[in-house]
């Protein structure tokens, strides 16, 4: 293998120009200010900014919009991992297939028609009135059925993001258990286990790598997202992301937005080294 | 993807191909004008051409930062432009405008005086209005039974979730300040600090902070109240019938697209010859008509239609125009505005 080593120079390459070069300047407009002569300073007025009560709540609040929708992932795609991963299920292909194709839809198209399945007038609603009036005129029954009005709320936010990173958590998930060996589990089987037991202390803590990559795969987009929030929850929610997007494109104010982007690397960055030191500890795999 | 980048760069060669064609060119004199999209009666300039014989190349843009960032970049070379307010006064600050002789445009004397000696032009020197409107108020006449007159009822709870509010700094804080009597370019502090209790006291009520898309969600019944620029208010009205715009009695944001021309301009004779045929009467009529903005052209508004000319969402009455205000530059306290809109937008 050592003589393909410069195959990878190009990336090498493309890696020093678009990713090392824009963290070193965000990181460099984060500690310096400008002097009204036009001069650079270092400063951590940037850092300091950021303590302030309204700007602490928008990053705790991106934080936990972030875990619960995270936590709804797992839960919803944990078993249909499973479910997919399993030898005896013949459509699995499909069902792989219709997890990974709203993906290659664009992500801010789907975001839109949310809002539109969403709307107080929306298809959802306008389908609801539509079988209340069929069953009026034909069954003759008078049907009251429940209006949806959760856009523009912090509920619609989290849908957006569990409906727009839910594959994030299957795929990996499925690719960590579709790998397992077999044989383990038939094992455990023939010790006794019920297949409580078996998932319990066999399936579960093998497969615990895909999950932390899912997990982190889930967590990193959604706790960064400042189209959803704009979009589903009408601005109101200001998340971590719009924050910085403001900064960069409305108020012009780069360093604060760098000094923003740096905490939120920080706090990625210290997840997932919490999370490594977890999955080292339990012997990893997985994505990473 | 490589594909797609192999189009986009041929896309960018023809570009290039014909603005170079353009650019040689007949013996003709050209001249190059840069307006808003679908913002003029295209009959207008081509009888223009026939008339004088001049070949004018009319292109388009969506926004004032999009017009100034290619003015700016020094590539490009108009000859008439059509700016708002706030970015006329920029452009006037950086010097990128000539003076207009007016000896070459006397039917400026059509121009309404209400509309001259405007802030941001203070001695007409660079620029002629061209069309003018206001920021106010859309409403659902179905779920609105009560009279539109004042700011006030966006802070009514009786339309809970039913308000869509304008996603913009400027304009928020502007219809903050103005209901609460002040001047809508404050900068004192505590007036802001003021506008931006109400408007933190405001955030339960409105259903979404929205930016251009409120016109189709208007339309489309989502919400009872907006605010909203009057040219989009007569979008929506196009559209949806229930759909009213009003001006509030506190007055408003009273917004203009001037014509000027830029320092660079290698046919100012001819630019200024463009500005006089759009200034008048008739063609000024046309235009109006075809966009169903407000034209500053008191001739061609003793023209127009009685169901136009009546129409106060169109044409306010002077004194509530008296009350109206023109944005001003307000660099100097951006930082105070910045503030407080993200003390806005974060508050719970």
């Given at each position: 293998m050592k003589q393909y080593r410069w195959l990878a120079y190009p990336y090498a390459v493309w890696m020093m120009i678009f990713i090392v070069v824009p963290l070193l300047l965000v990181l460099f407009f984060s500690v310096t200010a400008k002097t009204p002569d036009g001069s650079m300073v270092l400063t951590l007025e940037n850092f300091k900014k950021f303590w302030e009560p309204m700007y602490i709540s928008v990053l705790i609040r991106s934080v936990l919009l972030a875990v619960y929708s995270t936590v709804i992932c797992l839960v919803l795609g944990y078993p249909l991992a499973l479910i997919l991963a399993g030898?005896?299920?013949?459509r699995k292909n499909v069902l792989v297939m219709l997890a990974v194709i709203p993906m290659w839809m664009n992500f801010l198209l789907r975001t839109y028609s949310w809002m539109t399945l969403l709307e107080k007038n929306g298809t959802i609603n306008a389908f609801f009135g539509t079988l209340e009036r069929l069953a009026a005129t034909y069954l003759n029954m008078e049907l009251t059925l429940p209006r949806v009005n959760i856009l523009y709320t912090e509920s619609a936010v989290i849908l957006g993001m569990v409906y727009n990173f839910l594959p994030f958590m299957i795929l990996p998930i499925y690719s960590v258990v579709s790998k397992l060996d077999r044989s383990l589990i038939e094992a455990a089987q023939d010790l006794g286990g019920n297949n409580l037991v078996v998932f319990k202390r066999v399936i579960f803590p093998l497969s615990l790598p895909g999950v932390l990559s899912g997990i982190t795969m889930v967590f990193m987009p959604a706790v960064t997202t400042f189209v959803i929030s704009r979009l589903l929850g009408g601005a109101q929610f200001m998340l971590i992301g719009n924050l910085i997007e403001r900064q960069f494109l409305f108020s012009g104010d780069w360093g604060f937005g760098s000094a923003l982007s740096i905490i939120l690397l920080l706090l990625i960055l210290l997840s997932m080294g919490f999370m490594s030191r977890y999955e080292q500890e339990n012997g990893g795999g997985g994505l990473w | 993807m490589k594909k797609l980048i192999k189009v986009m760069f041929l896309l960018v060669l023809l570009a290039m191909t014909f603005s170079l064609a353009s650019c040689g060119g007949s013996g003709k004199p050209t001249l190059k004008v840069f307006n808003w999209a679908d913002y003029i009666d295209e009959s207008v300039y081509k009888a223009f051409e026939k008339e004088y014989g001049i070949r004018v190349i009319y292109d388009t843009f969506t926004t004032n930062e999009d017009m100034y960032a290619k003015v700016v970049s020094g590539n490009a070379d108009y000859d008439v432009l059509f700016p708002s307010d706030y970015m006329i006064k920029r452009l006037i600050n950086e010097d990128r405008l000539a003076k207009l002789d007016f000896s070459n445009i006397p039917n400026y004397k059509y121009i309404d005086e209400k509309f001259k000696d405007l802030d941001f032009d203070p001695n007409n020197e660079y620029s002629v209005p061209y069309m003018w409107g206001t920021l106010g108020i859309l409403y659902n006449k179905e779920m609105v039974d009560e009279p539109v007159t004042s700011w006030d009822i966006l802070w009514d709870a009786k339309y809970s979730k039913n308000i869509f509010m304008y996603a913009s700094q400027r304009d928020a804080i502007g219809v903050a300040l103005k209901r609460l009597g002040y001047s809508l370019n404050s900068r004192n502090e505590a007036e802001l600090e003021q506008a931006k209790q109400s408007l933190i006291e405001q955030k339960p009520l409105v259903l979404a902070y929205v930016g251009d898309d409120v016109k189709d969600k208007m339309v489309a019944e989502e919400a009872a109240l907006a605010v909203v620029y009057s040219g989009d208010a007569i979008y929506s009205m196009w559209e949806n019938e229930n759909l009213a715009y009003v001006v509030p009695e506190e007055g408003t944001n009273l917004w203009f697209d001037s014509m000027v021309v830029p320092k660079n301009s290698k046919h100012k004779k001819e630019a200024e010859l463009f500005i006089n045929w759009l200034c008048d009467p008739e063609n000024a009529l046309k235009n109006t008509l075809y966009i169903g903005y407000s034209t500053p052209n008191s001739a061609a508004y003793d023209m127009l239609p009685d169901e136009v000319k009546n129409d106060k969402s169109a044409y306010p009455d002077d004194d509530i125009l008296e009350k109206c205000e023109v944005f001003d530059d307000v660099s100097d306290v951006l930082d105070i505005y910045n503030r407080i809109w993200d003390e806005i937008m974060t508050a719970n």
């Open positions: 030898k005896d299920f013949k | -």
